[in-house]
């Protein structure tokens, strides 16, 4: 069994921002595997499903960012599953927008929900950095981290979350080259 979490703010005025596309990532999976309802648990949003021949939680933290290691470590505790079976889906701004890179382990980069994880769980989990691109100046961070996708974004977001979805398999399996490689090619 693993554990797949999306890193987001609850709330609709959330929904469009950057900050949220590991929310996305993880509504897209789930309606493309055809994942069960979602129930309230661990402080988050939980759907159960399949994705090739393993089983996989979905968790979307309804604590906000800066707290999300509170219903990751929740769940994890639950189900018994050590730190190896826990891949976090999350922006990305040292990616140029639309790029996605697995990486095992690592640093926080001063984003808030991966901080609040590592201090919970230590920093031994996976990543799927899903790229927003860096606004240029440090001033401007906050702003475009969270800032809604702009109208010409959508269109090429939405290419990126269904090539997520649809090579899940590979992620699930732990072909973590091999996802990477297939949601570039669909993207090409």
Do not use: C
């Given at each position: 069994m693993?554990?797949?979490?999306g890193l987001?703010?609850?709330?609709a ?6 900050h949220n596309?590991?929310f ?8 493309v ?6 129930a ?8 159960e499903g399949r994705?090739?021949?393993e089983k996989?939680?979905l968790?979307?933290p309804a ?23 826990l ?9 140029a ?5 697995v ?22 989990f996976?990543r799927?950095?899903?790229?927003i ?5 440090k ?7 969270l800032?809604n996708?702009a ?5 090429p977001?939405?290419d ?14 732990g072909?973590?080259v091999r ?10």
């Amino acid at each position: 069994m693993q554990l797949w979490v999306g890193l987001g703010n609850p709330g609709a005025q959330y929904a469009m921002h950057r900050h949220n596309v590991g929310f996305m990532a993880l509504d897209a999976i789930a309606a493309v595997h055809g994942f069960g309802a979602t129930a309230k648990k661990f402080q988050g949003w939980l759907q159960e499903g399949r994705i090739g021949r393993e089983k996989v939680l979905l968790l979307k933290p309804a604590t906000f960012m800066n707290e999300s290691g509170r219903s990751v470590g929740e769940a994890l505790r639950f189900y018994k599953l050590g730190v190896e079976a826990l891949t976090v889906f999350h922006d990305e701004l040292d990616l140029a927008p639309m790029k996605v890179k697995v990486k095992q382990g690592g640093g926080t980069a001063g984003h808030n929900g991966l901080r609040s994880i590592d201090q919970h769980l230590g920093p031994d989990f996976r990543r799927v950095r899903i790229g927003i691109g860096h606004p240029g100046h440090k001033d401007r961070v906050t702003g475009h981290v969270l800032g809604n996708y702009a109208k010409s974004e959508i269109e090429p977001l939405s290419d990126l979350l269904g090539a997520l979805a649809a090579e899940a398999e590979w992620l699930a399996a732990g072909d973590d080259v091999r996802f990477m490689n297939d949601v570039a090619l669909r993207l090409g």
